[in-house]
């Protein structure tokens, strides 16, 4: 495909080598994703066996999908199913978001969340602890 045309392909849509190198990506691509040379860096740590697969099959002419989780612009991770097809050893891959309810948040910031609601919990049984200690001692 000509690269001036893929350009204007109107939804995210790269073109990779079987590494993973991106050789060239649709200008939309940008406002999904930050420039990045190699789609490993967008890609969730837990959805890289699914990208091996869809790799792996560069000699393969059928498109295989696969819902993987990519990092977007704002720095959070969304769904998206993404097909890739292989032509003469570049790998034609549209990505296209799956809208769902939740948002899912940067693994860093959610186990941040999670040990901060355990700390609280910790610290609300200590002063009910306390409550009662200072109860006891009033009566």
Same mark, same amino acid.
């Given at each position: 495909?000509?690269?001036g045309t893929?350009?204007?392909?109107?939804?995210?849509?790269f073109?990779?080598n079987?590494?993973?190198?991106?050789?060239?990506?649709?200008?939309?691509?940008?406002?999904?994703?930050?420039?990045?040379?190699?789609?490993?860096?967008i890609l969730y740590?837990?959805?890289r066996?699914?990208?091996?697969?869809?790799?792996?099959?560069?000699?393969?002419?059928?498109?295989?999908?696969?819902?993987?989780?990519?990092?977007?612009?704002?720095?959070l991770?969304?769904?998206?199913?993404?097909?890739?097809?292989?032509?003469?050893?570049?790998?034609h %891959?549209?990505?296209? +978001?799956? @809208?769902?309810? !939740? $948002? &899912?948040?940067? #693994?860093?910031?959610?186990?941040?969340l999670?040990n901060t609601?355990?700390? %609280?919990?910790?610290? +609300?049984? @200590?002063?009910? !602890? $306390? &409550?009662?200690? #200072?109860?006891?001692?009033?009566?």
């Open positions: 495909m000509d690269t893929t350009k204007w392909i109107p939804v995210p849509y073109q990779i079987q590494e993973g190198t991106i050789l060239n990506s649709s200008h939309i691509t940008h406002s999904y994703f930050h420039t990045t040379s190699n789609i490993w860096n740590k837990e959805d066996n699914k990208a091996i697969v869809m790799l792996s099959q560069n000699a393969s002419s059928n498109p295989i999908t696969k819902h993987l989780i990519l990092q977007t612009r704002n720095k991770f969304g769904n998206f199913k993404c097909t890739i097809q292989w032509k003469d050893g570049i790998g %891959l549209v990505c296209t +978001e799956v @809208k769902s309810t !939740k $948002v &899912l948040t940067p #693994l860093p910031v959610q186990s941040s999670v609601q355990k700390r %609280l919990e910790e610290s +609300e049984k @200590k002063l009910k !602890k $306390v &409550l009662k200690i #200072l109860d006891i001692k009033e009566n």
